[in-house]
């Protein structure tokens, strides 16, 4: 009963949006807020008598699928617009909705002196729909609309200033860099389709062990293909270039797209597709070395920028890429449960983030900060929480899942992983607290004229919400106990793999292709899993966090003059601060070779081969016509005598 | 019915004789009245010859079908006369080859 209501949680950010894009400016401001976070509540309450229907199924049934309506048949292709319910997408809607509710309340103080405000919440909700379509949809195809959907959305927003160049150059560059990416996952779509014959989830889920041979060429490319799109849609490299420069757009939107909700599509992506990815070991290991790269690189980046939005967008490409690297060792509870715990802290941040910005009046150089603290304290307070449960200090959420996150990395896959990891950890408290200690210690460095002030309640209270749920998340992942650990409990029937039961499935294929299958037995021996190592993981990285957030203390607050005294003149330092110059790179690989092209093809073909034909033919006719011309005098009878000249002839040629 | 002294050659060799005059009629003068009644002569040689073949062949239909034709040329007439007054207000000249405007 209360699952037939599943349609109606996407549709409500829709109706919201579409009363806010046209009859936006005629209702007030006001009422644009009202019916922004309305539709959002809407979806909230619906999502948790989903959730009521949900556990009321009867037993053994985990997925609900909602057909609306046949999208399309052609021959025996058929597409549904239907949308499913299991474990993985009741987390998925709720992070979606919760945050994306708590975010829109906030954004109704934010952008309160905005002119555009419909505009922004028509954006807004589209967006929250879109991802809702994302993670509720039942087929590939519905994903990726969403897919499509959210990028849409993540456009507009970065380029909500459109007034500005900047911003709508960032706008471009997210839309044509994640486009990269969604070509790479609709060539993944159409091969699954080539395959099974079906697109529906739990079609291919399940056949998946049966038609695809274990470490197999196409299970390998169907999975690549995939994982090229979440590295678009995820920010991972190569294309996460775009996700510093959408820092352009209002921070509600970089709290809500760019962090919490849109950029993790991908790692959903890549969890609902375990089954696929479970059966190629080698896209695996590129998922877990891209993250853990991801992971390394984005936090060294981090660590020497001053834009205070910057930082917290690379220490989001640097969550994501835990979150994959826990996916490329098979630890999917890992990366859905710090998916969760990042969505809480790092939207509190981006919006701390905001908040400090709209006290000081839109300064978002962190040379131009510190000593805010007094100014503004429960910004201070809550930014403060999510920035140790980032730096993974017990007992807070980040803690748990970052630690999931990193014991898995050990014990699933290897030392290598693991490394990368707690170097991460490390790298991420130090530039954590060094934005916090810049920020809100320290002597103060606001211009004089600007008096900064704490935000209004609207702003400060989601704040309070988010530390609280940043606080508490990590309850959903008690480690150490065995079967304490609710996420993965719950995420169970979604993840469950048999996977001796597929390896026989392939060898019976390899055989019939009369090929030798090699031998798997390894694979098939129990992992195991000690609470020591993981007590002392704990306890460890506890220890390397403290470090970081101790390195920060003592480079930023006792002996300010210390970090430009290590980095002058450093050409390591210089390079980090550049980004690795990859923007400049691809500027001279791709970007300015497809300009140069593109004018070529412009100047040369365009104006001069096909303008020139087209013209010509043009001119052609012109000439022939005006020839004619002469035969129309305008004297009646010499029409007449082309009559009569023209009936002489007809009969000439009859007789 | 009496049988007709005129054979039917006669008949078409006039009614070619009064075509022709119509058309050189109409090719040549520039008074447009007269260009009129060259196209009456037309219509009327045709007449002629239906009405020679309809004998000629023992058949009534000619006969309705020149009926028929004066019909046409009875309204074309009253259309014609129409425009060339209309023509006459707009400029006041019966020459034909003052009116060349219908050209591009």
Not at chain 1, 55 to 84: C, K, M, N, R
Not at chain 1, 170 to 190: Q, W
Not at chain 1, 286 to 303: H, K, N, P
Not at chain 1, 308 to 322: E, F, N
Request: aromatic fraction near 14%.
């Amino acid at each position: 009963m209360l699952l037939k209501l599943t349609c109606m949680v996407p549709l409500y950010p829709l109706i919201g949006s579409i009363i806010n894009g046209f009859f936006g400016l005629r209702i007030g401001k006001k009422a644009v807020g009202l019916v922004a976070c309305g539709s959002m509540a809407l979806s909230f309450l619906t999502s948790v008598l989903i959730y009521a229907g949900y556990l009321l199924l009867p037993e053994g049934q985990h997925v609900y699928e909602q057909i609306v309506w046949t999208w399309f048949a052609v021959g025996d292709f058929s597409v549904d617009f239907g949308f499913q319910v299991d474990p993985l997408t009741l987390v998925m809607m709720f992070v979606v909705t919760g945050v994306g509710l708590i975010i829109h309340v906030y954004a109704v103080g934010y952008m309160r002196e905005e002119f555009s405000y419909y505009r922004f919440f028509a954006y807004f909700n589209l967006f929250v729909s879109a991802m809702l379509l994302l993670v509720m949809g039942n087929n590939f195809l519905l994903m990726f609309i969403g897919w499509e959907g959210v990028g849409l959305c993540s456009y507009f927003l970065i380029g909500y200033y459109f007034e500005k160049k900047s911003a709508c150059d960032a706008g471009t560059k997210a839309f044509i860099v994640n486009r990269v990416g969604d070509f790479a996952f609709l060539l993944a779509v159409m091969y699954i389709f080539n395959i099974f014959g079906s697109i529906d989830f739990t079609e291919v889920m399940h056949a998946a062990p049966e038609k695809l041979i274990y470490g197999g060429e196409a299970v390998t490319i169907i999975t690549m293909l995939l994982f090229v799109g979440a590295t678009g849609k995820s920010a991972q490299i190569p294309l996460y270039t775009w996700l510093p420069d959408a820092m352009e757009g209002p921070t509600p939107v970089s709290a809500l797209i760019h962090a919490a909700t849109m950029v993790t599509a991908g790692v959903y992506m890549v969890v609902r597709c375990n089954a696929l990815f479970n059966l190629s070991p080698l896209t695996m290991t590129v998922v877990a070395f891209v993250g853990g790269g991801t992971a390394i690189m984005a936090a060294t980046i981090g660590m020497t920028q001053f834009d205070i939005k910057r930082v917290l967008a690379y220490s989001t490409i640097s969550q994501i890429g835990y979150m994959f690297m826990a996916c490329g060792v098979g630890a999917y509870t890992a990366a859905i449960f710090h998916l969760v715990t990042h969505a809480f802290f790092k939207a509190c941040l981006f919006l701390g983030s905001g908040s400090v910005i709209h006290g000081i009046h839109g300064e978002q150089d962190m040379r131009k900060m510190g000593g805010l603290k007094k100014y503004m304290p429960v910004t201070y307070w809550t930014f403060l929480i999510s920035a140790l449960t980032i730096a993974g200090i017990p007992p807070l959420s980040g803690f748990f899942s970052k630690d999931e996150v990193l014991y898995h990395s050990l014990m699933d896959g290897n030392i290598a992983f693991w490394g990368m990891g707690i170097s991460a950890a490390l790298l991420t408290a130090f530039y954590m607290f060094r934005l916090v200690f810049m920020t809100f210690h320290g002597e103060s460095r606001v211009d004089p004229s600007v008096h900064p002030h704490e935000s209004p309640k609207v702003m400060t209270t989601p704040l309070v919400v988010l530390a609280g749920l940043a606080t508490v998340g990590g309850m959903l992942g008690v480690p150490l106990f065995h079967g304490w650990h609710i996420l993965h409990n719950w995420l169970q029937p979604v993840l469950h793999f048999d996977l001796a039961s597929a390896l026989q499935h392939s060898e019976h294929m390899l055989h019939a292709a009369g090929r030798h299958a090699p031998s798997w037995t390894h694979l098939l021996e129990p992992k195991e899993h000690s609470g020591w190592i993981e007590f002392s993981l704990m306890v460890f990285s506890t220890i390397v966090a403290v470090i970081g957030v101790a390195g920060a203390y003592i480079f930023y607050i006792k002996q300010p003059h210390l970090p430009a005294k290590f980095t002058a003149g450093q050409w390591g330092f210089n390079l980090v601060q550049n980004k690795y110059y990859v923007d400049e790179l691809y500027d001279d690989v791709v970007v300015k070779p497809t300009v140069k092209g593109s004018n070529l093809l412009w100047k040369e073909c365009d104006t001069k081969a096909i303008d020139g034909a087209v013209n010509g033919t043009a001119k052609a006719i012109g000439w022939f016509s005006r020839q004619a011309q002469t035969l129309q005098s305008g004297f009646v009878r010499n029409y007449a005598l082309f009559i009569v000249v023209g009936f002489v002839s007809l009969l000439l040629v009859m007789f | 019915m009496f049988e007709s002294t005129v054979p039917l050659p006669h008949y078409l060799m006039l009614s070619a004789t009064l075509f022709v005059i119509g058309i050189v009629g109409v090719l040549i003068r520039r008074n447009v009245i007269v260009v009129f009644m060259s196209i009456e002569i037309m219509l009327n040689a045709v007449n002629i010859s239906l009405v020679a073949f309809d004998h000629y062949m023992n058949l009534s239909s000619g006969q309705i079908f020149s009926f028929m034709v004066m019909c046409v040329a009875a309204a074309e007439v009253s259309v014609g006369l129409a425009i060339i007054i209309a023509l006459h207000r707009n400029k006041p000249t019966v020459n034909l080859d003052e009116f060349n405007l219908l050209k591009w």
